[in-house]
C-alpha cells in the first residue's frame, strides 16, 4: 500500500503547478484594485441620501412607538386602579373594627411571638 502512494507521487504531472496567472496580471493589478474602490465610494455617496432620509423615518417611528407604549402603559395603570379602589363589599365599619381592634393586635403579636419588652423595645427604638 505504502508503494502505491508513491507511485501517485513520483508522476511528471504532480510535480508541475497546476496554477496559472495569466500573462501581466500582477502588473495591472493595483490598477485594477483602485479603480473599483474609487468606483464604490461613488456609488457609496450616490446611495447615502436616501440612507439618510430612511435614518430620520425610522427615528420618528421609533419616537411614535414609545410614545404609544407609554400612552397604553399610563392607561391601563389609571383603570387598574381605580378598579382595584372599590370597596363597596366590605362595609367601613367592618374595615375599621378591623384594624382598631386589640384583639387583631394581640393575634399579630402572639404570631410574631413579640412580649411587651420586645414592643417596648421596638417603640423605644423609632
Known amino acids: 500500500m505504502n508503494n ?7 508522476k511528471e504531472q504532480l ?7 495569466p500573462e501581466g496580471y500582477f502588473d495591472t493589478l493595483n490598477t485594477r484594485i483602485m479603480e473599483n474602490v474609487a468606483r464604490q465610494a461613488s456609488t457609496e455617496e450616490k446611495s447615502e441620501k436616501p440612507a439618510q432620509a430612511k435614518n430620520v423615518r425610522m427615528h420618528v417611528l421609533r419616537w411614535a412607538a ?3 407604549c ?15 379602589t372599590d370597596t363597596s363589599e366590605v362595609p367601613a ?3 375599621q373594627s378591623f384594624f382598631t381592634s386589640d384583639d387583631a393586635f394581640n393575634q399579630a ?10 414592643m417596648y423595645q421596638m417603640l423605644a427604638e423609632e
Open 4 to 10: 502505491d502512494f508513491n507511485d501517485i507521487f513520483d
Open 15 to 21: 510535480r508541475q503547478n497546476p496554477f496559472k496567472v
Open 66 to 68: 414609545a410614545c404609544a
Open 70 to 84: 407609554v400612552l397604553v402603559i399610563g392607561v391601563s395603570a389609571v383603570l387598574f386602579t381605580f378598579k382595584d
Open 93 to 95: 365599619t367592618a374595615q
Open 109 to 118: 403579636a402572639d404570631y410574631t411571638m413579640l412580649d411587651n419588652h420586645d
